[in-house]
């Protein structure tokens, strides 16, 4: 009975020590040194597979040991080790050395310095405006309320009609404003005298094509309009634009950078992050108040179109390589 409990004991050693040499199988592993999200973490990413290595810090003041360098690393993979996120198989390293292909690249490293540049980029792109936008109104005046109310709605209803006809297919016309004030005279120490009343209907036409803009302020005057409040250009299709001022600060950035690397004598080695500082809308072409229309005159009222200014700024930090060249 006693050799029998002696033989079993004998088998159970040396399934332990089998087992044991199952968990901790010592391997060679050759891949590219990364940073991991565990804390303090670094990984070997070697082809789809990755090693987390438990014991990096033994190698960290090394010069070599840094981001995308190639090693090779002897050791054992612990399966029984549990990490934070379990990036990677866990990996105690024994040995751990630059591969050949590198040792040149790491000598290079060594007289080399890596510094961060911050700079920015701006640029100003003009557009040509797409859409017109004119406020044309209807000013009527008379003693009683109720003439200036009435006149203004006749007028008013002309107006609408004969831009409706100038604009065409579209445009869009939407009334923006309505109001009846009383028309007050004051004299010292008398309370103010309402000597009449004053009607204002205000109309917003929008049209994309800007040829009509002189036409629609003709026809608005001769059917009884009297003020246009002012007329503004805008882009209302501004993606293209905004596009091409953003790519044209993000280069103005990027060259920046190169100059000063090139200054310091090195070069850019990659760019760390890029941010869109700010855009700016282009502000609307605004004409002033056109308070005398010209109803009467042969000639058609002459509109100018010029240019819309979009901005864009950016800011870049760039990683520059100096010294050793």
Do not use: C
């Not at 159970?12 to 973490?41: D, N, S």
């Not at 044309?136 to 005046?141: L, R």
């Not at 065409?168 to 009449?196: C, D, F, H």
Request: proline residues 3%; hydrophobic residues 40%.
């Amino acid at each position: 009975m006693r050799i029998k409990i002696s033989k079993m004991l004998g088998v159970l050693v040396l399934l332990t020590l089998f087992a044991g040499q199952t968990f901790a199988k010592e391997i060679t592993v050759r891949g590219r040194l990364q940073k991991t999200v565990e804390a303090g973490g670094w990984v070997i990413v070697s082809g789809n597979h990755k090693y987390l290595l438990l014991n990096a810090q033994r190698y960290q003041t090394e010069k070599w040991f840094m981001e995308t360098s190639e090693v090779e690393a002897v050791g054992e993979t612990k399966t029984d080790v549990m990490t934070t996120y379990m990036e990677g198989t866990p990996f105690e390293v024994q040995s751990l050395r630059p591969l050949a292909e590198s040792d040149s690249a790491v000598l290079q490293t060594d007289s080399r310095t890596l510094t961060k540049v911050l700079v920015s980029g701006d640029s100003i792109i003009q557009a040509q405006p797409d859409t017109a936008i004119l406020t044309i109104s209807v000013v009527t005046q008379a003693r009683a309320a109720l003439d200036a109310q009435q006149q203004n709605a006749n007028k008013s209803d002309a107006v609408v009609r004969a831009l409706k006809s100038a604009v065409g297919a579209g445009a869009e016309i939407k009334t923006s404003g309505y109001s009846l004030q009383p028309q007050r005279v004051y004299k010292e120490n008398q309370p103010p005298t309402i000597t009449g009343y004053e009607a204002r209907n205000s109309v917003t036409v929008t049209l994309s094509d800007l040829t009509k803009v002189g036409a629609v302020i003709d026809a608005a005057s001769q059917a009884g309009a009297n003020d246009v409040a002012g007329i503004s250009f805008t882009l209302r299709k501004d993606r293209p634009a905004r596009d091409e001022a953003l790519a044209e600060a993000t280069r103005e950035a990027l060259s920046k950078a190169q100059v000063i690397a090139r200054a310091l004598g090195g070069r850019v080695v990659r760019i760390i992050e890029v941010q869109e500082e700010g855009f700016e809308r282009p502000r609307p072409i605004a004409y002033d108040s056109l308070q005398t229309m010209r109803a009467q005159a042969a000639a058609p009222t002459p509109i100018e179109v010029g240019t819309l200014d979009i901005t864009s700024r950016v800011q870049l930090i760039a990683e520059v390589e100096v010294g050793g060249r």
